[in-house]
């Protein structure tokens, strides 16, 4: 499992909520750390303060926004608040009050997080007007949940606490104490962590079944990018001939050109080379180089010779072309294609030990257990695949934990994340997902080129992606319009 640097701060954790909440999936997966099949979208916003800027008056999928919670679950004040003599209500959402202490609070984590990143600071009060927005909207929706019956059982919030502090390498005792130590109450960050389960969980319910791909925008989208040379050719060599015209040519000057370039164009199909014809007539500054410009980026090159070579063949001379300058004979000399990793997937083959904690046998129990096996195995004293079928708790077990080859985004992140960082062969530190424990083990990878239908499935996805801040804007105003909203004094700063 990946360790976190020895400098780790509690800011890279504390200031959102959402961020912590995209290391869970929804309920429902297979146990061996299986994402539930869906539309393929990501279940989880995630955090985007790091630029400075807010965004929206609601928070957008790539760029949500810390739990507001009710009334009973207000985020902590931070250690370095200045300390105020009183509080008051900035604004109602219903009857549910925002306090002023409540903004300053997030207005304090968000500055904390840009600090960390090194981020410009914003201007405070602004800052404290977009938080104050955002606030507003997020308990706005907190209620919508509770009229819908969304609720997160405080199981599943323990199991999300136990793994924000096993991938900070922490225990869940030793997270709380950091937690405190940095004037965060664990209480109110465990609440304030179930509140932002409840409002990912609302969000997928609500959002993503508003989106809507044709088969036509899918269409549309793959001839894009089969006509992108920027998706499809690495690089590109061209060689010209080259005639200059004055920028207001005479017509019989221009007549003059062409029926020079048709003469040469005619010698270039009776087989003569073209380099050597190029140092004969051309009269571009790469004549002596038989007309070569080089091998380069498509876009270094006019877009007047790419579209022209779009659909010529290596060695085809396309022309005569009419710029500004003159005219020209374009010849495709090569074309190097990219590596298209659009629709080229990266699979892993990997297989795993799962070990599920119970009210007897904990996590760290279990890590424990797991770190002593996998010491045997880098000893080479203990088979991996013979472990997982005497020990492991997952459907896998028979066939030694083997989970065959997989795609990006198959496994919840946690799973994912870990697995990533293995070469083949290597075997993990005891990894905590919601499923349990997992040893993890990279047997093989490889890029596999998608089908055709895959490369839609992909574009679909692409495309609901690129839909969904709009759709939840406009869901965001639709529940925030449910509510009676009062602003009350505005927000009074109390940084130091």
């Given at each position: 499992m990946n360790k976190v640097d020895s400098s780790w701060r509690l800011?890279?954790?504390?200031?959102?909520?959402?961020?912590?909440?995209?290391?869970?999936?929804?309920?429902?997966?297979?146990?061996?750390?299986?994402?539930?099949?869906?539309?393929?979208?990501?279940?989880?916003?995630?955090?985007?303060?790091?630029?400075?800027?807010l965004g929206p008056v609601v928070p957008a999928r790539t760029a949500a926004a810390p739990a507001s919670p009710s009334s009973a679950q207000r985020p902590a004040v931070v250690a370095s608040l200045t300390p105020q003599s009183s509080d008051f209500i900035?604004?109602?959402?219903?009857?549910?009050?925002?306090?002023?202490?409540?903004?300053?609070?997030?207005?304090?984590?968000?500055?904390?997080?840009?600090?960390?990143?090194?981020?410009?600071?914003?201007?405070?009060?602004?800052?404290?007007?977009?938080?104050?927005?955002?606030?507003?909207?997020?308990?706005?929706?907190?209620?919508?949940?509770?009229?819908?019956?969304?609720?997160?059982?405080?199981?599943e919030a323990k199991q999300a606490e136990v793994t924000l502090a096993s991938r900070n390498d922490l225990t869940v005792e030793e997270f709380r104490q950091k937690l405190a130590s940095s004037g965060i109450n664990p209480e109110r960050f465990f609440e304030d962590l179930q509140s932002q389960l409840v409002l990912q969980r609302l969000r997928e319910k609500e959002v993503t079944p508003r989106i809507k791909i044709s088969d036509m925008e899918v269409n549309q989208y793959l001839k894009e990018q089969a006509n992108d040379w920027s998706k499809t050719v690495a690089k590109l060599e061209l060689a010209q001939i080259f005639l200059p015209l004055p920028e207001v040519a005479k017509p019989e000057d221009v007549q003059a050109a062409v029926a020079q370039m048709t003469a040469v164009k005619a010698r270039l199909k009776a087989a003569e080379d073209f380099y050597a014809v190029a140092k004969e007539v051309s009269q571009g500054p790469e004549r002596t180089l038989g007309g070569m410009m080089g091998d380069k980026p498509p876009q270094r090159y006019p877009d007047l010779f790419l579209q022209a070579v779009q659909t010529a063949q290596e060695g085809d001379?396309?022309?005569?072309?009419?710029?500004?300058?003159?005219?020209?004979?374009?010849?495709?000399?090569?074309?190097?294609?990219?590596?298209?990793?659009?629709?080229?997937?990266?699979?892993?083959?990997?297989?795993?030990?799962?070990?599920?904690p119970t009210a007897q046998v904990g996590v760290n129990a279990l890590r424990a257990r797991l770190y002593g096996l996998k010491q045997q195995m880098d000893r080479a004293e203990l088979e991996f695949s013979k472990a997982a079928k005497e020990i492991s708790q997952?459907?896998?077990?028979?066939?030694?934990?083997?989970?065959?080859?997989?795609?990006?985004?198959?496994?919840?992140?946690?799973?994912?994340?870990?697995?990533?960082?293995?070469?083949?062969?290597?075997?993990?530190?005891?990894?905590?997902?919601?499923?349990?424990?997992?040893?993890?083990?990279?047997?093989?990878?490889?890029?596999?080129?998608?089908?055709?239908?895959?490369?839609?499935?992909?574009?679909?996805?692409?495309?609901?992606?690129?839909?969904?801040?709009?759709?939840?804007?406009?869901?965001?105003?639709?529940?925030?319009?449910?509510?009676?909203?009062?602003?009350?004094?505005?927000?009074?700063?109390?940084?130091?």
């Open positions: 800011v890279a954790i504390v200031p959102s909520l959402a961020l912590m909440a995209c290391c869970f999936s929804s309920p429902g997966a297979m146990a061996q750390g299986l994402k539930p099949r869906g539309d393929g979208l990501s279940a989880s916003p995630s955090m985007g303060t790091g630029t400075g800027n900035v604004a109602l959402v219903d009857s549910d009050p925002i306090t002023n202490q409540e903004i300053n609070a997030q207005v304090q984590q968000v500055l904390a997080q840009l600090s960390a990143n090194n981020g410009p600071l914003p201007a405070r009060q602004e800052l404290s007007k977009q938080v104050l927005e955002r606030v507003i909207s997020e308990r706005a929706q907190l209620q919508w949940a509770r009229e819908q019956g969304i609720k997160v059982p405080a199981s001379v396309v022309g005569p072309l009419r710029s500004p300058a003159g005219l020209h004979l374009i010849k495709l000399v090569s074309k190097t294609p990219v590596d298209n990793t659009l629709f080229t997937s990266n699979q892993t083959h990997v297989r795993h030990i799962l070990l599920r997952d459907g896998s077990a028979p066939n030694g934990g083997d989970l065959g080859w997989a795609g990006v985004g198959v496994f919840v992140p946690e799973f994912e994340e870990a697995m990533n960082h293995l070469a083949p062969g290597e075997i993990s530190d005891p990894v905590v997902s919601r499923f349990g424990v997992h040893l993890i083990q990279v047997l093989e990878r490889r890029k596999n080129t998608m089908s055709a239908k895959e490369q839609r499935e992909m574009t679909k996805n692409i495309l609901r992606e690129s839909k969904y801040d709009q759709t939840y804007l406009e869901w965001a105003q639709e529940v925030r319009g449910r509510s009676f909203i009062e602003y009350r004094d505005a927000p009074q700063l109390m940084l130091k």
